[in-house]
C-alpha cells in the first residue's frame, strides 16, 4: 500500500514559536492535504494544494498558517507563531488517484507550552 | 456544506459478538463515503470507501459497510469482532468536486472486552 510519512513525530514547541511539520507524500498523487485533530475531538480540513497552489482552505488557516512544497517531493505545513490552541496532531494526506481516495501519514503530535 | 454524524460516541461489544456503527452524513449530490479507523498513537487507515454502484461494500479486517440514500446513512458492520478491532472509527464524506476533501464524524470508540 502506499505510504505516507511525516515528520517529526512529535514537535514540542514555546508559545509565539515557529514550527514546520514535513511530510513525503505519494509521488505520483496530486492532490495534497493537511488535517488535524485536537485531541478528543474529530479531524478537521486545514487546506488542500494542487498544481503547487492551494486550491481550498478552512477557516482555521489563516495568515499564521502556510503550506508549499518546494522540491516537488516534501509538503510542509508552516506555522508562523504558534499559540497554545495549536496544540494537536497533524496529518499529512494525498489522493488524486483511484476516485479520490485518500492516504493519510501518521502524523506529527505538536505540543505548544 | 457537508456534514456528517456519528451518534455513538463509545461502544463496548463482546469479542466474537456483531459490531454496526452508525454514521449519517449531510450532502448535496452523490456522496463519496469513507471508514477510517485510528488505532491509539496511530494514522488513519482506510477501511472501505463508497463511490457508486453497490452500496454494500466490503473493506479490509472483514468490514463491510452499505450506503442507503433514503436514510442518509453508511453504517458500518462486522458480523465478528476481534480484540484488535479495538480502535476509533471515523465516518467521513468527501467533497466531490475538485479538492475531495473530506469531512469527518467525531468518531466511535470501540472497547472490546474478551
Known amino acids: 500500500e502506499p505510504e505516507v510519512t511525516q515528520t517529526p513525530s512529535h514537535q514540542v514547541t514555546q508559545m509565539g514559536q515557529e514550527v514546520i511539520l514535513r511530510c513525503v507524500p505519494i509521488s505520483n498523487h496530486l492532490y495534497f492535504y493537511w488535517y488535524r485533530q485536537i485531541l478528543g475531538q474529530k479531524v478537521e480540513f486545514l487546506v488542500s494544494f494542487y498544481n503547487n497552489e492551494i486550491s481550498e482552505k478552512s477557516e482555521i488557516f489563516d495568515d499564521q498558517f502556510s503550506v508549499e512544497r518546494p522540491d516537488g517531493s516534501n509538503f510542509t505545513l508552516k506555522i508562523r507563531s504558534t499559540k497554545l490552541e495549536d496544540s494537536a496532531m497533524y496529518f499529512c494526506?494525498?489522493?488524486?488517484?483511484?476516485?479520490?481516495?485518500?492516504?493519510f501519514g501518521p502524523g506529527t503530535r505538536l505540543t505548544v507550552l | 456544506a457537508q456534514s456528517v454524524t456519528q451518534p455513538d460516541i463509545h461502544i463496548t461489544v463482546s469479542e466474537g459478538a456483531s459490531l454496526e456503527l452508525r454514521c449519517n452524513y449531510s450532502?448535496?449530490?452523490?456522496?463519496?463515503l469513507f471508514w477510517y479507523v485510528q488505532s491509539p498513537g496511530q494514522g488513519l487507515q482506510l477501511l472501505l470507501k463508497?463511490?457508486?454502484?453497490?452500496?454494500l461494500v466490503q473493506g479490509i479486517k472483514g468490514f463491510e459497510a452499505e450506503f442507503k440514500r433514503s436514510q442518509s446513512s453508511f453504517n458500518l458492520r462486522k458480523p465478528s469482532v476481534h480484540w484488535s478491532d479495538a480502535a476509533e472509527y471515523f465516518c467521513?464524506?468527501?467533497?466531490?468536486?475538485?479538492?475531495?476533501?473530506?469531512?469527518f464524524g467525531k468518531g466511535t470508540l470501540l472497547t472490546v472486552n474478551p
Open positions: 467521513a464524506v468527501g467533497d466531490g468536486g475538485s479538492n475531495y476533501k473530506l469531512t
Open positions: 450532502y448535496g449530490a452523490t456522496p463519496y
Open positions: 494526506a494525498a489522493g488524486g488517484l483511484a476516485g479520490n481516495e485518500q492516504f
Open positions: 463508497y463511490f457508486s454502484g453497490d452500496t
